[in-house]
């Protein structure tokens, strides 16, 4: 799965040109990672992340973590910032679609705004929950129902996460 690796590459980019001493307003990475927790049952990676004023691309604070069950697989993060916005954009306008081999929706769980989209023969996909205006907890998963992966979702603290953004 891995798409971490091209996010840290595209910021690593931006940052090198345009870094600056701009205090960051969003939480630092290590906070994040302290609700990224262990699973039961599945061996989980450390979690990494970074924070990032002064760039083109906006403030961004990122992290995430990757779990692994048998064939199964999660990758889980959070990401604050205009990228934050731009996850959300495809779900944010309320669009649904179903197929026998896709489905999109959007719906409220505990009190979050959820965005799902899973490829049924596939058996992957992806959830985004909008914790704050500039940030999501996203779960990109392979292997899984769509109903599997939202439950392990829904272990994370998603309030708590949101409270980090306010």
């Known amino acids: 799965m891995r798409w971490n690796r091209g996010v840290w590459l595209l910021l690593f980019i931006f940052a090198s040109f345009s870094l600056s001493s701009t205090a960051l307003a969003f939480p630092d990475y290590n906070e994040i ?3 990224l927790i262990s ?26 973590r990757e779990y692994r069950q048998g064939e199964k697989s999660l990758e889980i993060g959070v ?22 081999d896709q489905l999109i929706k959007v719906e409220t769980i505990n009190g979050f705004t959820v965005g799902m989209a ?39 603290d998603w309030s ?3 409270s980090l953004f306010k």
């Open 160 to 162: 708590g996460l949101s």
């Open 79 to 100: 990401i604050g910032g205009e990228q934050a916005e731009s996850i959300w954009a495809s779900y944010g306008s309320g669009f649904q679609f179903e197929s026998d």
């Open 39 to 64: 699973l039961s049952g599945w061996e989980a990676e450390k979690c990494s992340g970074m924070k990032m004023s002064g760039s083109s691309v906006g403030d961004v604070v990122t992290a995430v």
């Open 118 to 156: 899973y490829n049924k023969k596939d058996k992957e996909g992806g959830i985004a929950v909008k914790l704050a205006s500039n940030a999501v907890f996203v779960v990109n998963f392979k292997e899984m129902t769509l109903d599997e992966a939202l439950e392990v979702a829904k272990k994370f």
């Open 33 to 35: 990672c302290k609700y």
